[in-house]
C-alpha cells in the first residue's frame, strides 16, 4: 500500500520533468534548465529499482532476475521499438536527408548504446542549422537507462552477497556516485570533448546512484505514516523547500549547459535536491505526496515514457517543413505540444499498456483475430494493417541507410568560407592589438568632433580622385561611406553568421578588429569585450552580432552596456533566423534596448532581410557569397552613419 501511495507521488515528480522539458522548448531563454528533468528520471530510476531489489533480498532473501528483465523489455521495448520504426518510415517517405547512419542509430539504441554513438558521432553546427538535426538525439538516456537495468541487478547482488550491511552500501553508493561527478568537473576542466562528458554513463551514473542511495536508508516498505506532530511539520518543510529550489536550479542562468558551475557540481547539486524531495515524497506522514498526487500530473506520469520519446521526432519533422517558426513561435509549439500529446496518448493506449502485460497466449489470440477473415473486428484489422506498413517501410529504410553517404557539412562552403575566415581573423587580429597598443590615447571629444569633419571632408576628396573596393557599391553603398569605412574603427564580436562574413567586413572596415566564431552565444561576450578592454584595444564603436543561437535576457543587454560604457557607441545586429522560435524575442528585446540606452544602434539586418530569401544558404540564417556582400555593405553603412572616426 505504501509502494501504491508512492508510486502516485512518483507520476507527480515525472509530471514536473516533462513540464520542464515543454518549457523549456517553449521558452528557452527563462527556462533555461529544461535539460535538467534527465537527472530527475535518473534519480527516480535508481531509488525506485533499487528499492524493489532490497525489498527483495530483505523479505526472500533473493531476487527475481529473470522476471525483473522481462518486465524491462515489456514495459521499454515496445515504444522505443515503435518511435525508431515510425521515425525511420516518415525518413523514408520525407525526409531523405536523415537516412545517412540511420541503421547505426536504431540498432545503437536497440542494443543500449546510443549515448556511447552519441559521443562518437556529435553533430555539429552545420548540420544542426541545415535541416539535419537527428530527430533521435534525446534517446541517449534511455540507453544510460538500459544499461543500468542490465547491470544492476548483478550489483545489488553482490552488494548484499559481499558487503552486506547496508550501511557500509550506502557509503558504497555514495563513493562512487562522487567518483562520477568528479569526473566530469575534471574532463570538463581539462577541456575534454563536451558530447563525452554530457552523454557518458560514467559521468551521469551520480544521478542513479545518489537515487540507489536513498533507496538504502529511505526504503519505502520500512517508513511509518504515523510520525508525530512535529515530524510530519519538519518532511513538509523540507519538501517546500526542496522544491523551491528545484525550481531555483531550473531557471538558474548558472545552469546553462554552456556554463561551468553545471559540469562542476550543478547537476550533482540538483540530483542532491531531488534525492530530498523524492525521499520526502515517499514517506507517508508527509503531505507532499497528496499534492503531488492530482489528476492532470497522474496523467502526465503515466504518459511521460511516450512523451519523451516522441516529443522530440515530432518537433524535428515539423519544424522541418516550417520555415517562418520565429514569425509564429508560440502558434507552432502549441501545435507541437498538441501533436507530441496525442501521439503520445495514443501509443500509450495501444502499445505501452497492453504491451506490459502481454503474453504469448494474449498474442496468438491477437493474430487470430486479425487474420480471420471471417471475424469483422475492423479496428484491429487496420492496426494490424498501420503496424505492417511502418514495419515495412521502417525496415526498407533502415536497410538502404549503408547505401546512403552521409553529406560533411563540415565541408560544405559555408564551414569553409568560415574556416578560412577564422585563420585570416586570428592574424589580422593580432597585427591590429600590436598596432592599436602603440598609439596614443584618443583626443579630447571637441577636438575629435573637428577631426571628423575633417576627416569627412578628405574621404570626399578621395571618394572622386581614388575611389575604393568599388565592387560593392551595386550592393547599396556610397562611394563616400567606402572611404569613410577606411578610417573607422571597430570592436565586432559575432557568432557564425559574422564569422562567414567578416572577410568582406575586413576588407570594408581594414582598421576592424573582428572575433566571431561558430555556436557563440552572448555570454560569450562578455569575457571576450573585458579582455579586449583591458588590453587598451576596445574602439569606440562596438559591433556585436549574437542572438542565432539562442535568445538572452535584458540583464544580459544590460550587463554588455554597462562593461561598453556610455562613450561608446554599441551597434548590435538583429538577427535573421525564421527556423528558430527565439527569431522576435531576440529583435524585441533589442529595440527595448535601443530605448534605454542613447548609445545603441540597432543594425535592422532582419527587416533588411526578410524578403530577400536568394541571399541566403539553405538554412535561411546564414548569408551566401551574395548575401554576405549585402550584409557588410548594409553594416558599414549603418556603422559610417553614427560611428565615431
Known sequence: MRRNRFITGYSGLRALAVIGVILYHFDPNSFIGG?????????????????????????TGTYNNRRFYLNRIKRLYPQLIAVLWISATYIFLFQRNLLAKLNQIVFANLLNVFNFWQINNGQSYFERFANNESPFTNLWTMSIEGQFYIVWPLVIFLLVKLVKKKKRIFYFLIAVSLLSAIEMAILYLTKADINRIYYGTDTRFFSLGLGAALAVIWPVEELNPKVPKQDRILLDVIGLVSFILLLVMYFAKAMNPQQAFAYCGGMLLFSLIVCIFTGVIAHPGSHWNQIMT?????????????IYLYQFPIMIFFESKINNLGDHPILYRVIELVLILVISEVTYRLLERPMSKITWKKTKQYLGHVF??????????????????????????????????AEDFNKSQLAQRINRNAKKQKSDNAKLIEKLKKQKKQKKQKKQKENDSKIIKEAAEKAKSNPVNQSYVKYGISQLDLELAQKVQVTAIGDSVMAGSSNDLKQLMPKALIDAAVSRQLNVAFGLLDNYKRQGVLADNVLIGLGTNGPFSMDDLNRIMQEVGPKRKVFWINVHVPTRDWQRPVNDLLKQGAKRYHNFIIIDWYSYSKDHPKWFYDDHTHPNITGSKYYSTFITKTIIKHSKF
Not at 535538467?36 to 533480498?57: A, E, K, Q, R, W
Not at 502526465?300 to 515514457?305: A, C, D, L, N
Request: hydrophobic share 50%.
Open 35 to 59: 535539460y535538467l528533468g534527465v537527472p530527475i528520471f535518473f534519480v527516480l530510476s535508481g531509488y525506485l529499482v533499487t528499492d524493489h531489489m532490497l525489498n527483495s533480498y530483505d523479505q
Open 294 to 306: 492530482n489528476k492532470l500530473f497522474d496523467w502526465i506520469g503515466s504518459r511521460s515514457y511516450g
Open 372 to 405: 480471420d477473415m471471417q471475424a469483422k473486428n475492423y479496428v484491429k484489422k487496420i492496426q494490424a494493417v498501420l503496424a505492417a506498413f511502418v514495419l515495412i517501410f521502417g525496415s526498407v529504410a533502415i536497410a538502404i541507410s549503408p547505401h546512403v553517404k
